[in-house]
C-alpha cells in the first residue's frame, strides 16, 4: 500500500482513525478523529500521538513515549481489538481500538492505522459488572459469609479487572508471553499483575492462585 493509497484509506472510513508512523507521531488523521478529539487535522499531524491522545489502561497506567500505540508500528505486529481510555473533546472516554499494519513499498516506511470506537456506556457497565461480581463471591445470598469452620484460608478478593483477566488467562494454561500478547501489555507487567494476585490470594504459585480463585468464584 502507497503513502497516497494509505491516507485515503484512513480518510474513507466513517469511525475516528488516525495512523502513526515508527517514532509515534500522526502522519494521518480523518474528519471523524478531528470530531472526536477537538483538533483539525493540521493540529494533529506530526505530533506524537501520547501528547494527543493521553492513553490510560484499566490500572490508570498513562500512555508514555514507548506507548503500545507506538510499539505496534515498530514492531509490526498489528494487535486484537483493545481498550484505552483516551483524552477527546469531551474529557477522557474508553474507547475500543483496532489497528492496521501498513508499508509504503516505495519508502519502506511502515505506518500503523488505528480505528477508534467510543464505548464509554459498555465499558462502565462491565467493571460495574466485575465489581458486582467480586463483592458477591465474598457474600453469601443474606450478606457476608461467615464459616467458622472452612479450611480455605482468609483470602482478599478484591482484585482489579486487570487481574481478573490476568489470572483467567492462567486458569486457561496461558503463559506470560501469551497473557501478554493477548492483553497487549508488556511481559514484565503481567508479572507484576501475578505477583500482586498471589498476594491477595495468599498463594506461593500460580496454580494455587488459581485453586484459591476458582473455589471463592473468581473466575
Keep these: 500500500m502507497s503513502l ?37 487535522e493540521a493540529e494533529a499531524i506530526n505530533v506524537p500521538c501520547h501528547e494527543i491522545l493521553q492513553c490510560a489502561d484499566e490500572n490508570g497506567m ?12 515498530q514492531e509490526n505486529r498489528p494487535l486484537v481489538n483493545f481498550d484505552l481510555r483516551l483524552q477527546t473533546k469531551t474529557g477522557k472516554l474508553w474507547c475500543n481500538l483496532s489497528t492496521l499494519i501498513a508499508t509504503d513499498p516505495a519508502s519502506g516506511v511502515r505506518y500503523s492505522v488505528y480505528i477508534v470506537r467510543p464505548r464509554e456506556t459498555r465499558k462502565r457497565l462491565e467493571q460495574a459488572l466485575s465489581e458486582f461480581v467480586r463483592t458477591q463471591a465474598s457474600s453469601g445470598p443474606n450478606g457476608p459469609s461467615i464459616i467458622s469452620s472452612s479450611p480455605t484460608p482468609s483470602i482478599n478478593v478484591h482484585l482489579t479487572p486487570r487481574e481478573v483477566e490476568v489470572l ?22 503481567v508479572n507484576n499483575h501475578v505477583k500482586h494476585i498471589l498476594t491477595k490470594l495468599d498463594a506461593h504459585t500460580r496454580l494455587e492462585a488459581i485453586r484459591h480463585a476458582e473455589s471463592v468464584g473468581v473466575i
Excluded at 16 to 27: L, M, N, S
Excluded at 62 to 73: L, M, P, Q
Excluded at 179 to 188: D, F, G, V, Y
Design 62 to 73: 498513562i500512555s508514555s513515549k514507548d506507548c503500545v500505540i507506538k510499539r505496534t508500528a
Design 4 to 40: 497516497k493509497q494509505f491516507l485515503v484509506f484512513v480518510e474513507g472510513t466513517a469511525d475516528a482513525a488516525f495512523a502513526v508512523d515508527t517514532t509515534g507521531r500522526i502522519c494521518a488523521w480523518n474528519n471523524a478523529a478531528a470530531e472526536l478529539f477537538g483538533l483539525r
Design 168 to 189: 483467567k488467562s492462567l486458569a486457561k494454561g496461558h503463559s506470560t508471553r501469551a497473557i501478554a500478547n493477548e492483553l497487549n501489555i508488556s511481559s514484565a507487567t
